[in-house]
Structure formats: C-alpha cells, structure tokens
C-alpha cells in the first residue's frame, strides 16, 4: 500500500491521543470552578475531582495489553472510541462529585486503552525508515487536544456562569464522535494478523512493505502475557521502565494539570492565567512538530539529549525566579523553554520507543508496561498535586524535578540504545535475551 494510504491510517488511529490530551487536561480549566460549587477538600478535590480519570488511564493501560492482543488493536480502538462518547456526555451532566467521578474514570478507561493499541496499531503497520513521525503523530494528537482544552477553556469560561464548566467538559463530544466514526474505516494490523497466523488476511490489509523475514518471525503463537516476566524481556522492561518513570519525574503533569493555579501564584488573574495556558499549548504543539521532524533524523537518543539539557536549566530557572520572586512573565519564558524541552524530547520519544523495543508477540502487553507505569505515576501526580502545591514552596518543587532530569540524563547516556531507522524484528533480536529452554 502506497504511504498516503498508510498514512490515512495513522491519521485516523492517531485522534485517539487527541481524545487523550483534551480529556485529561480540561480538568485544569474547571477543577476551580466545580471545587467552589461542590465545596470539597484538597484531598477529595485531588482524588475524585483531579486524578480520577488518571487512575482510569492506569486501569485501562495495565488491562490494555489483553484486549489489543486477543481482540486486536483495531477493536480495541473502536471500544475507545464508545468508552470515550459515553464518558463525556455522563461527566458534563453530573449532579455530583461522586457520579462525575465515576464518568471521569470511565473515560480514562477508554484513554487507557488507546494508549495500548494505538501506538501497537501505529508501529506495525508502519514502515522502518518512518515509523518514528508516524508513531509521533499520536503524541502530537495529544498536544494538540492539550492546547485545544486550553484554548477552550478560556473561550468558554463563565459563558453559563456557575455551569460554564458543564460545556468545557461536553464540548469533547464532538472530536469523540468523529474519530468513533472514522476508526471503523481502518484495516488490522498485518502484523497482529499475521500473530495469530491469519496469513490469507494479512495479506490482504497490504498496509505496508512487510519485510521478508517477518513471517518466519510469526511459526508460532506466543501470546502469552506471563511471558513478558519470564527474564526473557527484563532489559526491555527496565528500558521502558525508565522511560515512563522519568516522564512524570520532570514534572509535566504536574504543570499541565496546575498551570494556571501556578501562573496565579506569580500575580496572574484567573482570566490571564488561562490565557497564558493557551500559550503553553500552543508551544507544546509547535514543538511537537519540531520533534515530528527530527525523530528519524537524528534519532530517539539525541532527542532525548537535547529535552534533558532543556530540561534542567528550565526547571533550574522556574525554581530561581520562585525563590527571588521575579515577575510573572520571567516565570512563565521558562515553563515555556519547560514545555518546549519535553515536546522534543520525551513527548517526541516515548511513545516511539516503547512500542518499538518490544518484540510483536508480547508489544501489545510491553506497551500496557510502560503505558502503565507512566500513568500511574501521572495519576499520582494529579493526586497529590493539590496537596503539594499548597504544601511545599514551589521553588522546592521544581528544585526536585530539576534533580530527576540529572538523573535522566545519566540514563539517556549509559543505557538508552538507539533505536532509528531499525526494522522491529532487528530491535527485539538486539535487546531480547537469548535463552536455550526456549
């Protein structure tokens, strides 16, 4: 199949990160607003109201692996798509913390579940020499319902006054639906196909120039999730274990989700520190294009060079101009330098180097690994977020993620392998430890 056909795939698969990106931080936009209305705690405000549909992102991520595999990426896509519609029309009418809770959570599921089988879906039928932009293109589905949440919370504030919230929430319904319809429309996965030795049917999708040796690859079905722990896989787990875990230990969610409570602790009004949000969106998707550009140029390490070094003057500055109290706009050129770091670095990598570490007979359950493991501790984020930000100073805060990304980089230079241009079958036969009882 010629690549704009490949590419219409990618496309369609790819709007589930942007479901991702507007669902989880449109909560940045009205957790305020439903706080005061529902009067509830820091501590029930950061567990029902904030991190709820976090930890349904974790719940959906570590079942993710099951359905992908034994169902395939493209079913569990279109069940995203209906986890998701339901979701947003349950949270937008809620009466009540509890109920919105539950629909927020729901809708995490479904995240969850996008984030396995989107990003599975979007490496196998891509090709060697593109396959970090085409992966790329779900992250870049993130940033950009980042930046429309943004954007969209500022245009819809107080347009229903005390119920302005209901429509920042409702308004996904619109992108959920379409991206619903357009996913039916996408072909298996040949590779999953081919997985579960349906050669007649993977043949037939001809989504992209599978190489030779890829069907001597799949003699056997080896699907079993308990084989992913088997020590078989242990450098590739703790690479993908990393990854995720230093993702969230830069802080990102913490800023995205509390951007504007944090702008509002420089001197920013309401109105000017969901305005200056905006701005942090919009950043985070021009530089995801800057990442869509270089990732198969100079490749996922470099990359990852570049964001840690970013990383750590950023948050070395952010904490600076806390302590000595500079004014708002000092503060907020260094989170964007922040935001810009992570859209070239570890917004660009991640979601392309997991999926591609991970041998086809256990990716769907590697990426439900890593996936995981970076959404719990998103999830934790969002828990103890506002807690912490009332708690600690925030030159304290942004002192510590500063550290993490020393620590990052010392990863990036001792143990990531690079991981460019490298057909999948080459990559597992790289990181996979040989065993003879096989």
Not at 12 to 28: P, Y
Not at 150 to 179: C, H, K, T, V
Not at 352 to 371: K, L, N
């Amino acid at each position: 199949m010629k690549n704009s056909s490949s590419l219409k795939h990618v496309l369609k698969a790819s709007m589930a990160g942007f479901l991702m990106g507007f669902d989880t931080v449109v909560i940045s936009g009205v957790n305020l607003a439903v706080k005061a209305i529902w009067n509830t705690s820091d501590w029930i405000h950061g567990t029902l109201i904030i991190s709820m549909t976090l930890w349904g992102i974790v719940f959906g991520a570590m079942i993710g692996g099951h359905p992908t595999d034994r169902f395939g990426r493209k079913s569990t896509l279109i069940l995203v798509g209906f986890l998701c519609t339901v979701a947003i029309l349950g949270a937008s009418l809620a009466p009540n913390p509890y109920i919105f809770s539950f629909f927020r959570f729901l809708g995490g599921l479904g995240i969850g579940l996008a984030t396995i089988a989107a990003p599975t879906y979007i490496s196998e039928i891509s090709e060697a020499h593109n396959r970090g932009r085409m992966t790329m293109l779900f992250q870049f589905n993130i940033v950009l319902g980042i930046l429309m949440a943004y954007f969209s919370n500022y245009l819809l504030q107080g347009i229903l006054e005390e119920n302005s919230w209901r429509i920042m929430i409702g308004i996904e319904l619109l992108p959920a639906a379409i991206y619903t319809i357009l996913i039916f429309s996408i072909p298996k996965s040949p590779r999953w196909l081919l997985l579960k030795n349906n050669k007649v049917q993977a043949s037939k999708t001809n989504t992209s120039k599978l190489s030779v040796h890829i069907n001597k690859l799949f003699t056997k079905n080896t699907t079993s999730n308990s084989r992913l722990f088997s020590g078989k896989y242990n450098r590739i787990l703790l690479l993908s274990f990393l990854m995720a875990l230093f993702n969230q230990l830069s802080g990102i969610s913490f800023i995205l989700f509390y951007v504007p409570e944090l702008l509002g602790k420089t001197g920013l009004g309401t109105s000017e520190s969901l305005l200056s949000s905006v701005s942090v969106g919009l950043i985070n998707l021009i530089f995801t294009f800057v990442g869509i550009s270089l990732i198969d140029k100079l490749g996922r390490k470099q990359l990852m060079y570049i964001g840690s070094i970013g990383y750590i003057i950023s948050l070395s500055m952010v904490a600076l101009s806390f302590y000595i109290n500079t004014s708002p706009l000092f503060t907020l050129i260094f989170l964007l330098l922040f935001v810009a770091s992570h859209a070239v670095g570890q917004g660009a990598v991640i979601f392309v180097f997991i999926p591609e570490i991970f041998p086809t007979e256990v990716r769907s359950f590697g990426q439900a690994w890593g996936s995981g493991i970076l959404n719990v501790f998103a999830a934790i984020t969002a828990l103890l977020g506002a807690v912490l930000i009332n708690a600690l100073t925030p030159q304290l805060i942004f002192g510590i993620f500063t550290f993490f990304m020393i620590l990052q980089l010392l990863f990036v230079h001792f143990m990531m392998p690079e991981t460019k241009g490298v057909p999948l079958e080459v990559i597992a036969k790289w990181l996979v430890k040989e065993t003879h009882d096989r």
